[in-house]
């Protein structure tokens, strides 16, 4: 493995791993996102800004680490340990830890190279959210291998808050942002969806047979999600939290590309991924020098369900002192399935 570093003064730092085979992976160490994955069939599969500055505002997050609480918090508000949270926010439901998140801090890093094969950055960070109670130490790890990231999240805090982080890439296994996933197929090991109200808050869990959100077998994305659009869903297509199956994870979500048989296959230790189509994507140009199209790519964010904290019926993701924070998502690029 071979590892360039590119530091712009103090505002983010680009570290490349390249490795023999062919792969190039790209991270920044603004919001510790991922931002290029280049696979060894020369394709690049995950979304970037062109500007790295545009990572210090929200925005789409693109490959982003989101926290100290992803998801949506209803009505900004919660009760933590009897004592009621109301958050200021620009909108009614606090969004992916707000225009503090971990999103657009500037993480420090470390690397640690432990074998021709294997590359281990470490981004760390002393937080204070503001909107959350306590200050927090984050460290999110890249371990990175010949076709396969794997993202560890650990957080340990002074005082009982809320944790709840997860990656936001968004992948297009064609490498064609400017198109839609129209070759990509999708499989979840999860029979049930949350469905959502106008405001994006997760209320009704449906069984998905018989449904547009069924993707228990493999199942090309784009029908569903236009199907989903003209329904009058609210999110536009996907944007819906899928509790896994026994509330864990048994087997691994699979996307597809038909034209570059390109397979990921996604593992992870949370109870359930909220999958996103890209429906509303902004101005910003990507790192091809092109916008994001509508469903221009596939979100596969695990992570505890979105307003947890405000639903009894789901797992909370709560840490205090002696309970510290521990979660990983695995990413596998392979050949045809």
Wanted: hydrophobic share 35%; charged share 20%; glycine share 6%.
């Amino acid at each position: 493995m071979n590892i360039n570093v590119n530091q712009n003064k103090k505002l983010y730092t680009h570290i490349t791993i390249s490795s023999l085979m062919g792969q190039e992976v790209e991270l920044l160490t603004v919001g510790a996102s991922l931002t290029k994955w280049i696979t060894k069939k020369g394709i690049n599969i995950v979304a970037s800004y062109k500007n790295p500055l545009d990572y210090y505002k929200p925005g789409m997050y693109l490959g982003t680490t989101v926290g100290l609480n992803s998801g949506r918090i209803e009505d900004s508000k919660f009760y933590l340990d009897n004592k009621l949270y109301q958050i200021k926010s620009a909108n009614s439901e606090f969004l992916h830890g707000g225009d503090n998140s971990l999103s657009f801090q500037n993480f420090d890093y470390s690397i640690e190279i432990n074998t021709d094969e294997l590359v281990i950055i470490s981004f760390s960070l002393v937080y204070q959210p503001g909107y959350l109670p306590g200050i927090q130490k984050v460290i999110v790890k890249y371990i990175i291998r010949d076709g396969q990231i794997r993202i560890t999240f650990d957080v340990t805090s002074d005082t009982l808050t809320l944790c709840n982080l997860t990656n936001h890439s968004y992948f297009n296994l064609d490498g064609e942002f400017n198109d839609t996933v129209k070759n990509h197929s999708l499989q979840l090991p999860s029979s049930r969806v949350v469905l959502i109200n106008k405001n994006f808050i997760g209320k009704e869990i449906l069984d998905v047979k018989d449904t547009f959100y069924d993707f228990t077998t493999l199942s090309l994305v784009l029908p569903k999600v236009e199907a989903i659009r003209k329904s009058g869903d609210p999110a536009f297509g996907l944007d819906h939290y899928f509790p896994f199956d026994g509330g864990k994870q048994l087997a691994p979500i699979r996307l597809y590309s038909n034209k570059t048989k390109l397979l990921l296959e996604v593992f992870s230790s949370y109870p359930g991924v909220t999958v996103y189509s890209s429906n509303f994507p902004n101005e910003k140009l990507l790192h091809n020098n092109r916008k994001l199209a509508l469903s221009g790519a596939i979100c596969l964010e695990t992570q505890y369900a979105s307003n947890a904290i405000n639903d009894s019926r789901f797992e909370k993701g709560i840490i205090d002192l002696n309970h510290p924070y521990h979660h990983f998502i695995e990413y596998t690029i392979g050949g045809t399935i």
